[in-house]
């Protein structure tokens, strides 16, 4: 997934663990992609179209986000 694609955020027990169950049917855009070899948790940073908490910005782990055609 790259930067600036335009995602739906999908339930998955990943993003229940973060107690982000709420999120799931959300849509947003891919601000930084955080799924290097490397890296322990993989994800994205998504800014939502509709906030949620107050807030627009959100980590999503990568198997709960999911490719807008």
């Known amino acids: 997934m790259k930067v600036y694609h335009r995602i739906t955020i999908k339930k998955t027990p990943e993003l229940s663990a973060y107690r982000l169950a709420a999120i799931a049917g959300s849509h947003g855009l891919v601000t930084e992609d955080l ?25 999503i782990p990568q198997n709960s986000v999911e490719h807008e055609d």
């Open 35 to 59: 799924t290097q070899e490397h890296r322990t948790v993989k994800g994205y940073m998504v800014y939502l179209d509709e906030p949620f908490q107050g807030e627009h910005t959100w980590f």
